[in-house]
């Protein structure tokens, strides 16, 4: 929808809060389960604001790269029309020119005609409903397009068709509309993009923060990488083939992930982001030989709002044992466990990410950043940030 939008089309996301009583077969062996009322309400309400925030920040992020005349977006709820519409006033209008034939043509239902549970009325007559969908849109707004995941073909092949007879029965110009199928994603290992079991990746920062979407990419195969880099972002082709060039010059650095992960994050969270998950993920994963290049002030941006980030008086923590502060600052661990991690050499302190490993030591002036910011690392993935006040 965005790369429509970035070259002036309108762009019109659709949620299914009427259709939803339904059920789409599409894709399924048996007949979904009918949502409780509050549960409805919840997915329609979390989808389309999950579905705008995406566009929006799409957009914002479209004009960085230099996109300027971009088209409007609008959002619709079939609720809105299908709460007007009555049972026979649909059938005498629009499914005199619904066709069963072509209907029990489609691979959804043809799949579930042949199988031991059948298919439903409701089920069956769903492509009728998101049929009327698309004449709706056409006819009110203009819309000649409509597209969805692959496993919508039937689903949108029956809304071209009914608006084309009801464009003839109704007297309405005789505009082409079309219909257009996207694969789903897929990683090299033929699974679903983001949706392994148990570790799911979600739109919602509050399910999956900024800097959790961006490890997910930096943590992908590098066969997926260039393929990624061309569908999930605007990044021009020709940066793309020198980020691929120099990525493949030494995959270990994982460029090519590390670029993914900035850019998408940025789509999906908003402009800077990617830039947050980048420092974030440097500081985290830096190793002692590397060191830590940001300044106070870039990495206080980066863990803004963070549980990580905290402010201490200086007087507090300088001076102070080590594993005190540490004790202060992560909480849920025992002063046992952080003698033991200081004595097996598991913390890192300061720009350089000195181990410490002598439980009596104290904090020293020479480990702060710009002379107020603290880092203390314990383990591999524990990361706790004091801003000295």
């Known amino acids: 929808m965005l790369h429509f939008g970035i070259r002036g089309h309108e762009m019109i996301g659709l949620i299914g809060g009427a259709t939803v009583e339904v059920g789409d077969p599409s894709g399924r062996d048996t007949e979904r389960a009918k949502l409780a009322d509050d549960v409805k309400n919840t997915n329609e309400s979390s989808i389309s604001k999950q579905m705008e925030r995406l566009l929006r920040n799409g957009i914002a992020y479209a004009r960085s790269k230099g996109y300027k005349d971009i088209g409007p977006l609008r959002m619709v709820n079939n609720a809105t029309w299908w709460k007007e519409m009555s049972f026979l006033g649909f059938m005498g209008t629009i499914g005199r020119h619904l066709r069963v034939q072509e209907m029990l043509k489609r691979q959804s239902v043809q799949r579930r005609i042949t199988s031991e549970v059948g298919i439903g009325y409701n089920e069956f007559t769903y492509q009728a409903l998101q049929a009327y969908d698309f004449f709706h849109l056409h006819k009110t707004f203009g819309c000649n397009i409509q597209f969805g995941g692959s496993d919508q073909y039937g689903n949108i092949a ?232």
């Open 158 to 389: 029956s809304g071209v068709d009914l608006t084309s007879r009801l464009q003839f029965a109704q007297y309405l110009p005789r505009i082409q509309t079309f219909g257009i199928t996207t694969p789903l994603l897929t990683t090299a290992t033929g699974e679903k993009l983001g949706k392994s079991a148990g570790n799911a990746v979600w739109l919602d920062p509050a399910l999956t923060s900024p800097f959790t979407l961006y490890q997910y990419f930096v943590r992908l195969p590098d066969v997926d990488v260039e393929k990624y880099l061309r569908i999930l972002t605007l990044l021009p082709l020709s940066e793309i083939a020198q980020i691929v060039t120099k990525h493949n010059e030494d995959p270990s650095l994982r460029i090519g992930q590390h670029a993914l992960g900035r850019e998408v994050t940025d789509i999906v969270h908003g402009l800077g982001f990617g830039d947050r998950a980048h420092v974030q993920s440097h500081i985290l994963y830096s190793t002692p030989s590397e060191g830590i290049r940001y300044s106070a002030d870039e990495i206080i941006d980066a863990f803004e709002n963070d549980s990580q980030l905290k402010e201490f008086p200086a007087t507090d923590v300088i001076e102070e044992r080590l594993v005190k502060v540490i004790q202060r600052v992560a909480s849920n661990r025992s002063m046992k466990s952080i003698r033991e991690l200081v004595n097996s050499g598991g913390v890192y302190v300061g720009p350089s990410l000195t181990r410490v490993n002598d439980v009596q030591a104290t904090v020293q002036p020479k480990w702060l950043i710009n002379g107020r910011l603290l880092i203390i690392r314990l383990g591999k993935s524990d990361l706790q940030i004091i801003n000295l006040k």
